[in-house]
């Protein structure tokens, strides 16, 4: 293969992408419109919670959560029209999503660039497509992705989700202080061992505090929500312990166990729910392979390549999806809560593959110009063959 079918095959995998990122996203209204008849029950039960408080026929029963975000929707005149709220929820999703894909289709994304951003469009639809509490996140997606290089926009973030900490979910106060650390030490220049490593020691920090201030084990809460859902079918892919000795040391390593489970769940496969679970681990696995990997390759990736401001978006990126999963190891209960949640943030997921998963490497100017220069002079520049 030559040099000049390369950039040929480079647009074609555009245009697939943007193929198939179109059919996704109608696929995904389809969903929204249709749930009810498409999706069981259980990916109903907290937006019907919601709606029924939104309508004032049901009670938060003193969940913060639950009642401030059914104000939100009371307030917005949302309350009575179920298929609006859900239009308006995915809606903002995918705009964020194609306003990433918009930003990274110019750099010939790779299949997995446009499986994560199918996917995602689809998850999105699911999880966003109705009365949500994770719809409120999106402001702060769209603050981490698409704010300038500026040292001020980092503190406009954190103040976001300290925002949503106090509004609505309180575990996002340790998001806001593990994603400005992430941020202080630049883990868009770490390697994929360190971010690792990194995800272990940041989990069983977090373990210890619960366990010294609160002298609980360091899964507690995991633990408390589980103990009346053992024989609910509707929480099939709940997260069981695995190590069952002394605490804290037990709790310490189930919570380290989990998170990478939240990435690769294994343990999917064996809790009863058949092909579903078996699609469901494959595609997550897929998703957060892609996007960890990505994590790892920000570091080699020339930002004068890149868009002004496009590899801090990256960084970002890596730094809230880090963060978002320590916490997340610690309370998740099951799968199925811990897909809705990040959900909201896959389009930082795209981001980050898209901005190093490429297909074809990345030419240079002066690349280009060799490519010209040989085809005038009939002598091509062996150089070519190797430009980065």
Not at 169 to 196: C, E, G, H, K, T
Not at 323 to 349: I, M
Request: a positive charge.
């Amino acid at each position: 293969m030559t040099l000049v079918e390369q950039p040929s095959r480079g647009r074609a995998a555009t245009t697939i992408g943007d193929y198939l990122v179109a059919v996704a996203a109608i696929a995904g209204y389809v969903i929204v419109a249709s749930r009810q008849t498409i999706l069981p029950a259980r990916f109903s039960f907290d937006g019907d919670r919601i709606h029924a408080i939104a309508l004032g026929t049901g009670s938060s029963l003193g969940d913060k959560a639950f009642g401030n975000v059914a104000w939100v929707y009371a307030q917005l005149d949302l309350a009575s029209h179920p298929l609006t709220a859900g239009l308006v929820g995915y809606s903002a999703f995918l705009a964020i999503v194609v306003a990433v894909w918009a930003r990274i289709r110019r750099n010939d994304p790779s299949v997995l660039t446009i499986f994560v951003a199918g996917t995602s469009i689809l998850f999105g639809a699911v999880y966003l497509g109705y009365y949500s509490k994770d719809v409120c996140i999106l402001p702060i997606v769209a603050a981490l992705l698409f704010l300038p290089r500026r040292w001020w926009a980092d503190i406009a973030v954190i103040a976001m989700m300290l925002g949503y900490a106090a509004w609505f979910r309180s575990y996002w106060l340790p998001v806001a202080v593990l994603y400005a650390a992430y941020r202080v030490v630049r883990i868009q220049r770490r390697s994929l061992w360190f971010i690792v490593v990194s995800i272990a020691l940041t989990v069983i920090a977090l373990g210890l505090v619960i366990y010294v201030v609160y002298g609980t084990a360091p899964d507690v809460y995991r633990s408390t929500v589980n103990d009346t859902r053992t024989l609910d079918p509707n929480a099939q892919s709940i997260i069981t312990p695995i190590l069952t000795f002394a605490e804290p040391w037990s709790g310490l390593l189930n919570n380290v166990l989990t998170a990478f489970f939240l990435l690769v769940p294994v343990p999917l496969l064996s809790s009863g729910g058949g092909l579903y679970y078996v699609a469901i681990t494959i595609v997550l696995t897929v998703i957060w392979t892609s996007t960890y990997i990505g994590m790892a390759r920000l570091r080699r990736v020339d930002a004068a390549q890149l868009k002004q401001g496009a590899l801090t978006s990256a960084a970002r990126a890596a730094a809230i999806l880090l963060a978002f999963l320590c916490v997340q190891a610690l309370f998740e209960p099951d799968y199925g809560s811990a897909v809705r949640h990040v959900t909201p943030l896959l389009p930082a997921a795209l981001l980050v593959c898209g901005t190093t998963l490429r297909a074809l490497p990345r030419r240079t100017k002066q690349g280009l110009e060799r490519i010209d220069e040989g085809m005038t002079t009939g002598q091509p520049d062996e150089r070519v063959r190797s430009v980065p």
